[in-house]
Nanobody, 126 residues
């Protein structure tokens, strides 16, 4: 069982930066692939990025590649999402998710993840 708590959301101007954090409970954090998803009003939940348990493998949605960076600190049981060059279309509720997989790569569907945080709002003004 893993409990996830996000923080770091807020209001930022277009072109600005935010860093989201997701703190996880439990002693086996390094086994979990961690992911960030987002959901804008009236839209389906969308994959943003994920990172393998060891932190050696990452994967990004094309829409955020080159602007967002996912990282993790296994000693702190925390995963981060550094968001730079933010655009109004990045406005959404951002949620972190976790699950254990046999292999890295892919895992972009929200249905693949069992554990979810409550989400944090990110609003980018133009």
């Amino acid at each position: 069982q893993v409990q996830l708590v996000e923080s770091g959301g807020g209001l930022v101007q277009s072109g600005g930066s935010l860093r989201l954090s997701c703190a996880a409970s439990g002693r086996t954090f390094s086994r979990y692939t961690m992911a960030w998803f987002r959901q804008a009003p009236g839209k389906e939940r969308e994959f943003v990025a994920n990172i393998w348990g060891s932190g050696g493998s990452t994967y990004y949605a094309d829409s955020v590649k080159g602007r967002f960076t996912i990282s993790r600190d296994n000693a702190k049981n925390t995963v981060y999402l550094q968001m730079d060059s933010l655009k109004p279309e990045d406005t959404a509720v951002y949620s972190c998710a976790a699950d254990v997989f046999r292999y890295d790569g892919g895992h972009v569907s929200p249905y693949e993840y069992e554990y979810w945080g409550q989400g944090t709002q990110v609003t980018v003004s133009s």
